[in-house]
């Protein structure tokens, strides 16, 4: 094989890695925008209720919901920080 071949192939190689690396954001970013939609209309909800139990449960379930979001916003910004330390390398 020549050295342009092996090159090229490494090249795809890594191109395939950096997809992956994006379609996986990308995944993310659109289970995140739901997550926000479904905060949302748990917090007009929760306005809307008076007191009781219901409330207490659309509360828990907005912090669950909350939680989620901002445990998925994290892993976003580790890999694309990842991704720039390994640009700059």
């Known amino acids: 094989m020549s050295k342009k071949k092996l090159l090229k192939k490494l090249q795809d190689f890594f191109d395939a890695d950096q997809r992956q690396k994006e379609r996986h954001v990308d ?8 997550l926000k939609e479904k905060e949302r209309k748990l917090q007009k909800e929760l306005e809307l209720c008076g007191t009781g139990e219901q409330c207490v449960a659309l509360q828990q379930e907005l912090d669950i919901v909350y939680a989620q979001r901002m445990k998925g916003v994290k892993i976003v910004k580790e890999i694309k920080d990842k991704d720039k330390d390994e640009d700059e390398e």
Not at 27 to 34: A, Q
């Open 27 to 34: 995944d993310i970013k659109r289970i995140l925008k739901k």
